[in-house]
């Protein structure tokens, strides 16, 4: 794994942008797996900045989210649909048609499963894989235990975890308690993985992550063993190296 520490959470923003749009211009058709939570969002607001000023398209970009909150309508702020289309999507020049996530309304949530799985084979997989990293160690919505043979998969979700994404709700009682999530091996596949860690609360995390164990109950670690890892950390998140 190559680890990048950055000063701020502003240059680790800047510098995983800055690799995301040079891959882009080298493969128009690059196939992009996004993250959602707090860590990526500087990353998509720097995407659509330059968008703006140099005008990379994304016109034959495919995107291919990580998760998604199990009935959670599309149109429901807290979706992980809206959350992209607020912060990304909406700002870029991407066809909705080409922006891929996990349906949780699904009347057959297995199937589902299945599909978006086989989905993502069918366009050859996934060239680069935006990641963060919950406190835990889940990536993707994959909780301590989940196993690194996992293929895209429904997940209950931890009461830490739920907690952790409580800030985002009225209430805890209004966060999901499942979610859709590619699964370990799923991620694994990934030509190449961009992990994205900042700030003090994922420190511990990322420390566990470099100098750990590589075990089912901390998921993360299975990165060690991926053969094309970035870690972009900012000062706070690499206090503990
Ligand atoms: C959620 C997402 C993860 C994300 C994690 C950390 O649980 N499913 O993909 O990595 O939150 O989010 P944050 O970046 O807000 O700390």
């Keep these: 794994m190559k680890l990048i520490k950055t000063s701020t959470y502003e240059e680790l923003s800047q510098m995983a942008a800055a690799q995301i749009i040079s891959k882009i211009h080298a493969n128009p058709s690059l196939k992009l797996g996004l993250a959602t939570g707090s860590t990526p969002t500087g990353v998509y607001k720097r995407l659509i900045q330059d968008h703006g000023e140099n005008k990379t398209t994304y016109k034959q970009v ?16 807290n979706s992980y649909h809206y959350f992209m289309c607020e912060n990304l999507f909406d700002h870029i020049d991407i066809p909705l048609e080409q922006t891929h996530i996990p349906d949780g309304t699904a009347k057959d949530l297995e199937e589902e499963c299945k599909r978006y799985e086989q989905f993502i084979q ?3 997989g996934i060239d680069l894989q935006i990641l963060g990293i919950g ?3 889940h990536i993707g919505f994959n909780e301590p235990g989940t196993s690194f043979s996992s293929r895209t998969h429904i997940i209950n979700l931890s009461e830490s975890t739920r907690k952790a994404n409580s800030r985002f709700f009225k209430s805890l009682e209004d966060v999901p308690r499942q979610a859709i999530t590619m699964g370990i091996a799923s991620i694994m596949a990934s030509k190449e993985i961009f992990l994205l860690v900042s700030g003090a609360s994922k420190a511990e995390a990322l420390a566990r992550l470099v100098n750990g164990e590589v075990s089912e109950s901390f998921p993360a670690t299975v990165l ?12 706070e998140a690499s206090a503990l190296l």
């Design 62 to 77: 495919n995107t291919f989210n990580l998760d998604e909150y199990i009935e959670i309508s599309k149109k429901d702020p």
């Design 122 to 124: 069918d366009h050859g």
């Design 135 to 137: 406190q835990n160690g």
């Design 224 to 235: 060690n063993s991926h053969k094309n890892v970035t870690i972009f950390a900012d000062k």
